[in-house]
């Protein structure tokens, strides 16, 4: 391979990963505190709660209940 050629793709290649930083470092400056009240799913997930939103608080007490001999 030519080593004019091989410059050429790594220059290709610089330029890529310099763009790809940039928008990264956009996205990180624009990811900001949100304004209001998080969607349920996004408050549960921080809360670590394990259960899927709209079950009932117990259905999985009851299911291991109804299990049991």
Do not use: F, N, Y
Not at 8 to 17: F, I, N, P, S, T
Not at 40 to 69: F, S
């Amino acid at each position: 391979m030519e080593v004019t050629k091989i410059i050429a793709e790594l220059r290709k290649e610089r330029d890529q990963v310099e763009e790809a930083i940039i928008s990264l470092e956009r996205l990180a400056r624009s990811s900001g505190a949100r304004r209001g009240r998080p969607p349920a799913w996004l408050a549960a997930a921080k809360k670590g709660r394990r259960r899927a939103p709209g079950k009932k608080k117990g259905a999985a007490a009851k299911a291991v209940a109804a299990m049991a001999p």
